[in-house]
């Protein structure tokens, strides 16, 4: 890994840990403009680390929610962000 990959995840890790003691979702934003200001290189890293983390949360709540509705015998989940 890339020395700018590797500095890009270890900040967007930090950044995730920060949204939610802050309870700010959109945070990761922030970051991102104060970063690009002196390296867009980074910042473009940085928010495809965020974008990569935060797709995996919502999919691991997506597939724990179906597991625990079949589980429960419930009816599964339906994707809500516009996919199927």
Do not use: H, N
């Not at 959109?26 to 990569?52: D, H, N, W």
Request: proline share 2%.
């Amino acid at each position: 890994m890339a020395l700018i990959d590797e500095l890009a995840d270890d900040l967007a890790a930090k950044t995730m840990v920060a949204m939610k003691e802050l309870d700010d979702d959109r945070f990761y934003m922030q970051v991102a403009k104060v970063i690009g200001t002196s390296s867009p290189s980074l910042q473009e890293a940085f928010m495809t680390s965020c974008r990569l983390r935060i797709s995996a949360q919502r999919g691991e709540a997506f597939l724990a929610d179906a597991l625990k509705a079949w589980r429960e015998g419930a009816a599964a989940p339906r994707d809500t962000e516009g996919g199927q």
